[in-house]
């Protein structure tokens, strides 16, 4: 295992941002929200705390769960919506633990709101894990609402991707890129300011992370806005 700190530092705003699963005593659990379906292969994903009820997209819940004190065989995915009511539930059978990305499942119809995925084991009764996440009816009206209480940061944030063949002990090392961001809300062209150690090894993925983030378009946004991000890798003690 290795231990990551990620740093947000936009320049055009100063600030971070933090996101928590909630675990149970006796289970790590990892609760990880994509805007998209990641690709096979590919070099980052778009991680991201807003969901859209709006048809065409595919946003992904993805789940790990370690250091159980049994083997995992199923994971259950209970979404809960801001009143209490379940909203979707589905038992994923054949897993082992490991990051099993699965669709949302978003349906057109349900209130939008902060909902909560809830995770279980095995067919056990007990949340294992569980995270919550803003929901909103439209694309729109989730740019809009980001747009005005988090200024000048994206509502998805590309995240690279680690090549499991690769030592956990050798993911030792810092890497900082900066996003170049166009009126639109794309991002033009990503610049690699330090890579050290595996963040040498890892200068694809920032770039590739860099050019899947998203951020609310403005059309006064400066021609040489920037977002600037920091990933911080130490193996575990």
Known sequence: ??????????????????AQTVSSPGYD???????????????????????????GLDPQVCVVVSNARFAITAVDLQAVDAQGSEVTRRTYPDVDGSKRCVSAELPA???????????????????????????????????KHVAQTMPGLPYV?????????????????????????????????????????????MRPSAVAAGMISLFPPDPKRAADATFRRHLSLRPDN
């Open 1 to 18: 295992m290795h231990r990551i700190a990620l740093l947000i530092a936009p320049l055009l705003l100063g600030g971070t941002a933090t």
């Open 29 to 55: 659990v990892y609760v990880e929200f994509l805007w998209s379906k990641t690709p096979s292969g590919a070099l980052a994903r778009q991680e991201t705390r807003t969901f859209a009820l709006e048809p």
């Open 109 to 143: 119809d349900a209130t939008p709101g902060n909902w909560t995925y809830k995770v279980r084991v095995n067919g056990l009764d007990g949340v294992a894990g569980e995270r919550s996440i803003d929901v909103f009816r439209t694309v729109d009206a989730l740019v």
């Open 157 to 201: 944030l590309g995240r690279p991707n680690y090549d499991s063949s690769i030592p956990p002990a050798s993911y030792n090392g810092e890497l900082i890129w900066v996003m170049h961001i166009k009126p639109d809300g794309t991002v033009s062209k990503v610049d690699v300011d330090t890579a050290t150690g595996i963040g040498e090894v």
